[in-house]
């Protein structure tokens, strides 16, 4: 996995240069040297880094490649997209989702009524807001309000009876109709993890039938003009591109017809999200088998295709790829605590004034080993430890015997590696893989990836620094939760290496790549870590910039958000301990007082890493 797999996943967002990871953009500046200055405040724990520009790249690339399309294909309509708030609803990137999109015209999505509010708060003028899943009176008669407020809104309905709620709202008040769209249930499926958003058995949308009930319905109610759009999704992630031509042509028929039917203001589809991105870091492994160009050169064709032969007015297309949008301009950094072979480290050995025989040769095999010998020497150690757990059992060495034997063979192993690195033997890499180490990591799997915990959904992860170095530990990521699921295990069919450092001397930082799609929404506070300390960094031609900073949580605050009463906590703590039996005031003083500052804190671990 040459540079951690960056040419597959990346997109050109980063590079390596010096040996550390970098942005790809304007001033260039070092990932590690930002958290650096960042921990240099007495930040502690993971760190969620967003960089906005990452944003507008993808927003531009996905308009520019479809606005491509459109004129290749001299296709009639337009091209709009809206972000689906459930996919990242936090304030910082909601803030540079608008900011950036604001050019394009790009709308929002909502999903539940807090997030509606959200989108009639939050849409620039002029964009579109698309509401989608199950709904109510309330909810509904919101979307009314938001089309009396000038918004450009469309209600998708889920089924029938949301449709008499609609016509009901309608009746009853004199506020602005929104626009109506119907989301369709196709007999396509979908293909990748969530492939059940598709087909007949999907949760969501109204069969054939129900099309035509509804269809009937508005224009019985005299709101059949309202009816602008049908929407279908059939996953997220979508890795194939096939089900999604198939699921265009079943689509794009169900339009013709509607249109043909006398609904005659249909005039959009949006085929939702599913726009794949690259996590893989392995070029046996993709994600995907399309590009964006491939993706909105077939959305483009097919639809034309389709209403050229049905003579039928082209459709503007609507997406709702939230995860191609967010999912690269967050990285999450987590600081390596410890490493779990830290111990067999050359300065714990302690010889004897006269030490076993075959512990003198493996001295000797560990000082003496070169590129030239090292196969043959690595041999030898790997026999004489078996006679020296032998000599142990038997009860001819002692302990400190063994735990010098430990350490040399584990030693002589690493030098081998390190010799062979360019081209290691089978064996050698056998050893790599058993000899495996563990990395634990200040951060939670569950909080910060919990698809990694829930699907397996593998994330991208790499050193900050020391990529100008050859890393060789076959790599196990342990979290800091007490709780054995909490561990990102070594795949050999996905390997991951990382170097050999020592804590004592420097600091080790991970960064886990994109990150910025469900993991923050999902997230859960699994023994009450709660979400990392986030900072947007902004670059220009000649800087970087940290701004709206916010802090994980401290201690007391966590307790509060869920239900505790957090005066009460800290009048008990304290009670407890100012009643308790000191040897003099300045002890209890101090003791207070260090209390008081350990709830002022995240829950995270404050070692010097």
Known sequence: MKNFGL?????????????????????????????????????????????????????????????????????????????????????????????????YNYGLEAGSKAELILAMSKTPSGANITVNGFKDKEM?????????????????????????????????????VPNIGIRVRLHSVGSGIWAKSGGMDAKFGLTSTEIIEAVDQLREANLLDYLSMIHFHIGSQMSDI?????????????????????????????????????????????????????FSSSVVFLLGEIMNAKNVKHPDIFTESGRFIVASHAVLITPVLELFSQDYQEKLLNFKAVNPPLLNELIELNELLNNANCIEYLHDALDHMESLFTLFELGYIDLQDRSNAEILVHNIIKKALYLKSANPTDELEQLQVKLQERYLINASIFQ????????????????????????????????????????????????????????????????????????????????????PSEYTIRIDESNY????????????????????????ILNKLENDLLSSDFITEKEKTDTLSKLKLYLEQNSYLRTTN
């Open 7 to 103: 040419n597959i996943w990346s997109n050109k967002n980063f590079v390596i240069e010096d040996g550390q990871i970098k942005l790809n953009y304007k001033s260039m500046p070092s990932i590690l040297q930002i958290v650096e200055e960042i921990r240099s405040n007495n930040v502690r724990g993971p760190i969620l880094l967003r960089f906005p520009h990452l944003i507008k790249r993808q927003i531009k690339t996905l308009y520019s490649y479809f606005d491509k399309a459109i004129q290749n294909n001299n296709y009639q309509g337009s091209f709009n997209a809206v972000f689906p708030l459930k996919v990242n609803q936090f304030p910082h990137a909601v803030e540079a989702i608008t900011a950036e999109g604001k050019q």
């Open 140 to 176: 509904i008669t919101l979307g009314f309000i938001a089309a009396q407020s000038s918004h450009n809104i469309t209600l998708t309905i889920e089924g029938l009876g949301e449709l008499e709620t609609i016509i009901e709202v309608a009746n009853e008040c004199n506020l602005k």
């Open 242 to 294: 096939a089900p999604l031509k198939k699921a265009l042509r079943e689509a794009g028929n169900i339009y013709a017809e509607l249109r043909k039917m006398g609904a005659l203001k249909l005039n959009s589809i949006n085929i939702g999200g599913g726009l794949a991105v690259e996590y893989d870091q392995h070029t046996h492994s993709n994600s995907r088998n399309y590009s964006i160009d491939e």
């Open 448 to 531: 910060s990836l919990p698809d990694y915990w829930g699907l397996g959904q593998h994330f991208p992860v790499m050193p900050l620094h020391h990529l100008n170095t050859v890393p060789l530990r076959a790599a196990s990521l342990w979290d800091i939760t007490c709780d054995s699921d909490g561990e990102i295990g070594f795949n050999p069919d996905k390997p991951l290496y990382l170097h050999d450092v020592n804590l004592d001397e420097e600091d080790y930082f991970l960064g886990f790549f994109n990150v910025g799609a469900y993991q923050e929404t999902l997230g859960m506070n699994h023994n009450l870590f709660t979400k």
């Open 545 to 568: 910039y940290i701004t709206n900073e916010c802090e994980s949580k401290n201690i007391l605050d966590i307790l509060d958000s869920i239900g505790y009463n957090k005066d009460e």
